[in-house]
């Protein structure tokens, strides 16, 4: 935690020495091509992936598997997208590396000891019986607006 102020000064100062430095070297209107590009870029594999984890988070629900570690995919793809999305070279780099699936996985290895997740699979939000409720003429019955007005009104008791 008391590193987090520093790392807010220093990342706008390493992405400004970026710019200065890729400018120089390749100029300055191909630099301000290459963020858009890279923004683009971001957005585009932030949908295609993050599609994907979210169809493996849905599967995995469906058959009751653990859903733990596509959470953990889902979340590092959506800072990787914010990554790239944001202007400069040194969080792009950070950025893309995260897209890349094994390098995910390792830091899923890492973290799985470290956290624990709970997902909507162990949380009750599964289906547990049949979905059709029968009652018999009995214990339903259904009154139209044209019947609710002839009826006398309710005393609440």
């Known amino acids: 935690m008391p590193l987090l102020p520093l ?3 220093a990342l706008p100062l390493i992405e400004i020495a970026g710019f200065a430095f890729v400018g120089s070297l390749i100029g300055v209107l191909p630099t301000v091509a290459l963020v858009i590009a890279t923004t683009i870029l971001g957005a585009a594999l932030l949908r295609i992936q993050g599609i994907g984890v979210v169809g493996r988070i849905r599967a995995a629900m469906e058959t009751g598997a653990p859903v733990d570690r596509e959470l953990v995919h889902g979340l590092m793809i959506a800072i990787a997208g914010i ?8 969080t792009d780099i950070f950025g893309l590396a995260l897209f890349i699936p094994p390098l995910r996985e390792l830091v899923w290895r890492f ?5 624990v997740v709970v997902g ?5 939000f599964r289906s547990r019986g049949p979905r059709t409720i029968d009652l018999d003429s009995d214990d339903f019955s259904r009154r139209d607006e044209s019947d609710r007005r ?3 009104p309710d005393d609440g008791a």
């Not at 999305?85 to 040194?90: A, E, L, N, S």
């Not at 973290?111 to 956290?115: P, Q």
């Open 7 to 9: 790392l807010l000064i």
């Open 83 to 90: 990554l790239l999305v944001i202007p400069g070279f040194f």
């Open 111 to 115: 973290l799985k000891s470290r956290i």
């Open 120 to 124: 909507a699979a162990s949380a009750g």
């Open 150 to 152: 002839r009826l006398p």
